[in-house]
């Protein structure tokens, strides 16, 4: 009888385990969505200055199918990958040229002697540690909230300094990312992780991210307000000024009408 139980017990287990609801093919299912955003991320991240827009649509779809459920991987990843183009756009070219003078000053000074020198190399290597913080602040906070490109680039600087605990993670991360790159060159495992890496990178991202943002998000939304009303203003400003120069249009044409009577 024991015997019974303990095969029935057995069984539901492996039904359980198989099946289309059970903990196997949920996990399978979230690891291929978490490759499938990392593909789309490298294909839409080739033209460089899209990085940025591939890095919001990352971290939303993300968050929206791999943290919560969800099952529109590619949609939410286009959908937001369109909406932040533009201004995702500019913030990839401000990080790169500020990355490029970053590298290039912290080099400058490795290839110097002296106290003086080896105290600037330092600070350099600590700004560089601070810059990989702000862009995964960045783009992340610009996938959920919309707000001018001035509150994008900068909020992340105050986080990332008021937030050490968080931000020490995510250097964590990416210094794990560079070390497994690393030891596995010229090996078979270099390539698969090539391709899993970037989604990888980005669900470790999400589980500290996720915490600042919701401390921050009644700051996110009076930003997003305030830039809400901005546009409000200038769309008014637009209606006030056509309609003043059909005004004027109207008045002139009057004029010529009584000059021709």
């Known amino acids: ?19 289309y609801n059970g903990k196997l093919y949920n996990f399978l299912n979230k690891f291929w969505t978490l490759v499938w955003i990392s593909v789309l991320w490298i294909v839409c991240s080739i033209p460089i200055v899209t990085i940025g827009a591939s890095s919001c649509a990352a971290y939303y779809s993300m968050v929206k199918n791999v943290r919560h459920n969800e099952d529109r991987a590619t949609r939410d990843f286009f959908k937001s990958f369109k909406a932040n183009f533009k201004q995702a756009t500019v913030m990839t070219i401000i990080f790169i040229v500020a990355g490029v003078l970053f590298s ?7 290839n110097r ?20 913080c702000v862009i995964t602040y960045a783009f ?19 986080v990332t300094l008021m937030h050490l605990k968080f931000s020490v993670g995510l250097i964590i991360f990416w210094a794990a990312m560079f070390i497994v790159a690393y030891w596995s060159y010229n090996t078979f495992f270099f390539a698969p992780f090539l391709v899993i890496a970037p989604g990888l990178k ?10 600042v943002l919701k401390k921050y998000e009644p700051m996110a939304q009076a930003a997003a307000e305030e830039l809400e009303a901005k546009k409000n ?15 004027t249009e109207s008045e002139v044409a009057k004029t010529t009408e009584n000059e021709n009577l």
């Open 1 to 19: 009888m024991s015997d019974i139980i303990i095969s029935t017990q057995r069984g539901e287990l492996i039904m359980d385990i198989f099946n």
């Open 113 to 132: 002697s002296g106290s003086f020198n080896l105290g600037l190399r330092w600070l350099f290597y600590i700004i560089i540690l601070v810059y990989l």
């Open 233 to 247: 203003g200038n769309e008014s400003e637009k209606i006030d000024n056509s309609e003043s120069n059909e005004v």
């Open 140 to 158: 992340s906070w610009l996938s959920r909230f919309e707000m001018s490109t001035f509150h994008a680039v900068t909020y992340p600087i105050a």
């Open 202 to 211: 980005c669900l470790l991202d999400t589980f500290l991210i996720e915490q």
């Open 104 to 110: 290039y000053a912290t080099y400058f000074y490795y």
